[in-house]
């Protein structure tokens, strides 16, 4: 299951060459699972996915109608580049109703198809060729892939498990260089479920002010935090003002993958630098997806939609109970996010070899720790919120791999 980059004629051999770019890149894990999961399922293979991070509900039907009403109105044409007037102003009452944060929705709001191309405007309107960026390690596949598309270098640095794969700020501090431009994280944290709290954010804020960089804080799952734990947005916190790059979205808390719909909260010049790099690249976000986005942000969440949530957390501590009991694997609850990072260190398996065996012969997708580089290996990346159904015959497959 290693991460392969495309088979194809090398760059530069003629008019067919692919770019060097692509060729040294790997493909996402966690889509390509997911997309094996699903070809095998068309083979008629019974697979339980935990592959890629989709729950198992539909988008709520409340939030579907706004959008279908639209579309049926005629908004069906593109929009502006920054989105329309009316999502933008959902989007900062629902910034003002939940994070305590004041944002202008005409200068510091523009749209995005979900947070993959809120960070692509990010780093294509802040950092030039050959500048550094520094990430989590393991963190999102497709950070360091999209930091390379665009000339940059990745600067993974890892997270302390010790402190709860958090980082230590003597380490942030030592992977500053001259060309560092920006400083990536994600919180609640993909994979490893950590929420950071108010003092660690003010840590790394210490950091990027000693330094004059920016900080993209990708907050795609904040809406869903579990037990005592709190979701703090970076950009609330002291002196932060004109140095942080929100992105938020609807593609997972809302069930809303398929609706590739969020937006960036950033100082005016970044904006509108952000905004020049849609107009060229995309043109607009979907009209109608607005529409029904406004709703999804602009509105105190609905029963549908809390309901969810309350679900999600009950089958994250099942899904984390149930791992925890299995052979060799230990495995704490999320603080947020719906993700079971599992600890397989002690099965003597690698996080690959185990991945693999469990497809291949037991018919469950799970995504190899590695993937998410060099500190991911001896785990496993397990989406807790799947369907009941699925998640107990999920883990009787697994009792019996790991028997």
């Not at 660690?200 to 004059?212: Q, T, Y």
């Not at 795609?220 to 938020?248: N, Q, S």
């Not at 609807?250 to 609706?259: I, N, P, R």
């Amino acid at each position: 299951m290693t991460q392969r980059a495309p088979e194809a004629t090398p760059a530069g051999a003629g008019p067919h060459g692919i770019a060097q770019r692509i060729l040294e890149s790997p493909s996402s894990a966690t889509v390509r699972i997911a997309d094996m999961a699903k070809t095998l399922r068309r083979q008629g293979v019974n697979v339980v996915d935990f592959s890629a991070g989709r729950a198992s509900e539909h988008t709520p039907k409340y939030i579907c109608q706004a959008a279908s009403e639209a579309m049926m109105s005629g908004d069906t044409h593109q929009t502006m580049a920054q989105g329309t007037p009316e999502y933008r102003q959902a989007c900062a009452r629902k910034l003002r109703r939940e994070n305590n944060m004041e944002a202008d929705p005409e200068t510091e709001l523009i749209a995005t198809f979900g947070c993959k191309n809120g960070l692509t405007l990010s780093l294509l309107a802040i950092m030039n060729p050959g500048d550094e960026v520094i990430l989590e390690d393991p963190g999102f596949v497709s950070y360091a892939p999209t930091i390379q598309f665009f000339g940059g270098t990745p600067v993974p640095v890892p997270l302390e498990p010790d402190l709860n794969h958090r980082w230590r700020e003597e380490r942030l501090r030592a992977a500053v260089t001259d060309r560092t431009r920006a400083i990536l994280f994600c919180s609640p944290h993909n994979p490893t479920g950590t929420v950071h709290t108010p003092e660690e954010l003010d840590m790394i804020g210490r950091v990027a002010r000693d330094h004059d960089l920016y900080v993209i804080s990708d907050e795609i799952y904040e809406r869903v935090t579990w037990g005592d734990h709190k979701h703090t947005c970076l950009a609330t916190r002291p002196d932060m003002e004109g140095r942080v790059i929100t992105l938020m979205g609807l593609t997972k808390t809302a069930s809303m993958g398929g609706w590739r719909i969020g937006f960036a909260y950033a100082p005016p010049h970044v904006i509108e630098a952000m905004n020049t790099v849609q107009q060229h690249l995309t043109t607009c976000v979907g009209s109608f997806t607005q529409a029904g986005a406004a709703v999804a942000f602009g509105e105190e969440p609905k029963p549908e939609l809390t309901g969810m949530w309350k679900d999600w957390a009950e089958r994250c501590e099942y899904m984390t109970s149930e791992l925890n009991a299995l052979p060799g694997v230990s495995c704490a609850m999320p603080e947020g996010g719906f993700y079971g990072w599992a600890d397989i260190r002690e099965t003597g398996e690698g996080s690959e070899a185990l991945a693999e065996r469990l497809l291949k012969d037991h018919h469950v997708a799970v995504v190899p720790g590695s993937a998410f580089g060099g500190q991911g290996e001896g785990f496993l990346r397990i989406t807790c919120v799947k369907s009941w159904e699925d998640l107990k015959e999920g883990v009787r497959r697994m009792k019996e791999a790991l028997a």
